[in-house]
């Protein structure tokens, strides 16, 4: 396996993990009410949900190599499509007129497991991360990397799930994202702008190679 294969779904995982969305804000509000061992609690409960959903769209991507190289193309284009709309609506976010409540959390690393299992934008932007971060090692997927990515993945989520921790006790952090909040949003939608438009300039050349192709072959008599 080529190692970066290894280190595209390891940094995949991770900015899935540190981009704001609405785990990241949950995370946040438990650890500026509650400290870091609150926040421990959610980031170590929300992994489960992680590891299902980076093995769900590893699956998809995987599956989609091995069956047709045209379906991964696309499959890359909508996810590119996906992140460019998730970015432009970060990107032109506003505040909101009323303010967060801080709710105590009894028990975090439960309202973490439900957090991540249950996130409907978990499937989505994870196949669009690890598609953006994966399509120029498309044609070296298989199903016996599917193993080794899975892993790499784990070592991204945690070693961002322990930055987290990390940075969510610092006052100062904490009182800077609340100062900032909507700029530190629009810049997550720049971000995702640019994952978006690596993954469209990938899949564009292969699809159109492919539609030419096809348009040759129902041409010949």
Not at 90 to 107: E, H, L, P, Y
Not at 130 to 135: I, N, Q, S, V, Y
Not at 150 to 163: W, Y
Not at 189 to 205: D, E, H, M, S
Request: charged share 10%.
């Amino acid at each position: 396996m080529e190692i970066s294969m290894l280190i595209g779904a390891m940094v995949a995982a991770a900015i899935y993990t540190l981009t704001p969305g609405p785990a990241f804000l949950a995370m946040l509000g438990i650890g500026a009410a509650q400290g870091r061992k609150a926040s421990a609690g959610f980031l170590f409960g929300h992994f489960a949900g992680d590891i299902m959903w980076a093995s769900l769209a590893l699956v998809a991507i995987i599956g989609s190599r091995v069956l047709d190289p045209m379906v991964f193309d696309i499959l890359a284009m909508i996810c590119g499509v996906y992140l460019f709309w998730l970015g432009i609506r970060a990107v032109t976010a506003k505040r909101k007129v009323d303010g967060a409540v801080a709710i105590t959390v009894r028990n975090p690393w439960r309202r973490g497991i439900i957090f991540g299992i249950t996130n409907p934008k978990g499937y989505p932007v994870a196949v669009a991360m690890f598609t953006a971060l994966l399509a120029q090692d498309a044609a070296s997927l298989g199903w016996d990397s599917m193993t080794g990515l899975l892993l790499a993945s784990a070592v991204g989520f945690l070693v961002a799930d322990l930055i987290l921790i990390w940075i969510v006790g610092l006052g100062v952090l904490r009182r800077m994202y609340q100062r900032h909040e909507i700029w530190i949003v629009r810049a997550t939608g720049v971000l995702f702008i640019g994952f978006a438009v690596q993954a469209i300039a990938n899949a564009l050349p292969n699809l159109g190679q492919n539609l030419t192709h096809g348009f040759s072959t129902l041409r010949k008599p």
